[in-house]
């Protein structure tokens, strides 16, 4: 499966940007996918992950009530959308997805390009 990520952008704080992850190859529904960020000079953290139905969801702490992940088999298209965005959300935001049906925060085999989000004051 080939993905890629897309919907970054420039976005003051406060406010709210949608990033999706479009799978090409395979149908996305086989996988559980999820999204990861990295900031300069800084280890690449989860964020949030699906399960294979879509049916079950994961996030770190630091996005939960702020994130939401949804899976869009007829689009093979897995969305972040994020709300209430602060300053040190900036990253770089890639997705990746692992053959499981159920998500994890490690264990991705299959990674897309990411997608810049930066959040000004």
């Known amino acids: 499966v080939q993905l890629q990520a897309s919907g970054g952008g420039l976005v003051q704080a406060r406010g709210s940007l949608r990033l999706s992850c479009l799978a090409s190859g395979r149908a996305l529904r086989s996988y559980a996918v999820a999204w990861f960020r990295q900031a300069p000079g800084q280890e690449r953290e989860f964020v949030s992950a699906?399960?294979?139905?879509?049916?079950?969801?994961i996030y770190a702490d630091s996005v939960k009530g702020r994130f939401t992940i949804n899976q869009d088999n007829a689009e093979n298209t897995v969305y972040l959308e994020m709300n209430s965005l602060k300053i040190e959300d900036t990253a770089t935001y890639h997705c990746?997805?692992?053959?499981?049906?159920?998500?994890?925060?490690?264990?991705?085999?299959?990674w897309g390009q990411g997608t810049q989000v930066t959040v000004s004051s």
């Open positions: 699906v399960s294979r139905d879509g049916g079950f969801k």
């Open positions: 990746a997805a692992r053959t499981t049906a159920l998500p994890g925060r490690s264990g991705y085999n299959y």
